[in-house]
């Protein structure tokens, strides 16, 4: 029943946040990597259940941030009735599902860390510094 909400909150609110795209991990990130890193199989499945339960609460959280910002929005559109108390639960309701997106994040980053080597580690750090790199030098060739 709860994965059945999740999903229809993920069709229903979630989706157009993420315009049809997911949230990308860096867990995510490290899957794409295995072959550098040389993971083995027993290493990507644990790495991907960890992607996938990482991405549902992402999506969980998010759906829920924007059922929050959408009634601020909602109650802030019209002035002369304003409940200040009501608008200010949900602002710190918007920020605990915030808060909870990013901590999904953290949490599947520190359980990733425990699966990959130190040899692993030192691969992917560096794979991910050459693609942060290569991001930034594509985004200042297109502003100039």
Known sequence: ???TMI??????????AFAGNLPV??????IEYKASLALTDG???????IDKNAV???VEAKGQANIRLQEIEKFTSNWTNLNGTAVRQLIKEYYEFMATYKA???DAIIQARAILNPEQLNK???LASIDALMIFMEHDLALN
């Open 56 to 58: 549902e609460k992402m």
């Open 124 to 126: 992917y750090q560096q």
């Open 1 to 3: 029943m709860k994965r």
């Open 25 to 30: 991990t860096q867990v995510a990130k490290i």
């Open 7 to 16: 999903i229809l909150l993920a069709l229903t609110v979630v989706a157009p």
């Open 104 to 106: 999904a994040e953290v």
């Open 43 to 49: 290493q990507v499945k644990k790495l991907e259940i």
